[in-house]
């Protein structure tokens, strides 16, 4: 089954999203398989975010991304990355759909709330930077015949 890496950001730990986020994706019908509340190290956070090591943002979204404890989860189920991306919103609040986690509780780019993997590779890399093989739980629900 399809697995994603999805991370309550500081600003949404600090503002007491973690429930409601947790909520809405367990409420859509995925399967949380791993998390821990965790502070991210600098050499964590420049892995993490390498992608975007030229940019000019680059170290706000360092700082910001080492600036408090996050929420770490991998969630599993079937397009469970794509559809993740979806119920997250657009990457700049200003244009995330309201619905959308960002669209509802998001103002600005920079302190956008919610990171999930883009793509099955970086879904791959992301768990794997973030999780231990034994940190993660496979295990079914009886309801996911009512879901699949
Ligand atoms: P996403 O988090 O939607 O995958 P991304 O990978 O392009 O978006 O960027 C990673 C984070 O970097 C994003 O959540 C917020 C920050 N960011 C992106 N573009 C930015 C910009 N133009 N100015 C400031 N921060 C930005
Ligand atoms: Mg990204």
């Keep these: 089954m399809e697995k994603t890496f999805l991370m309550v950001k500081p600003d949404g730990v600090q503002r007491n999203l973690i429930g409601e986020i947790v909520s809405r ?3 859509k019908g995925f399967t949380l ?13 420049e892995q993490h975010y390498g992608e975007h090591k030229e940019r000019p943002f680059f170290g706000e979204l360092v700082e910001f991304i080492t600036s408090g404890p996050v ?6 189920g079937e397009n469970v990355i794509s559809t993740a991306r979806l119920m997250m919103g657009a990457t700049n609040p200003k244009e995330s759909a309201p619905g959308t986690i960002r669209g509802d ?15 099955p590779e970086s879904a791959v ?12 739980v496979s295990y079914d629900k009886s309801m996911v015949s009512w879901i699949n």
Excluded: C, P, Y
């Excluded at 929420?71 to 599993?76: I, L, P, S």
């Excluded at 509780?105 to 793509?119: E, Q, R």
């Excluded at 890399?125 to 993660?136: A, S, Y």
């Design 105 to 119: 509780f998001a103002v600005t780019v920079g302190k956008n709330i919610i990171h999930g993997s883009d793509s």
């Design 33 to 45: 398989v791993g998390g821990k509340l965790m502070q991210i190290s600098q050499e964590l956070a």
């Design 25 to 27: 994706f367990e409420s």
């Design 71 to 76: 929420f770490a989860m991998v969630w599993e």
């Design 125 to 136: 890399r992301e768990i794997n930077l973030f999780f231990k093989e034994e940190e993660l």
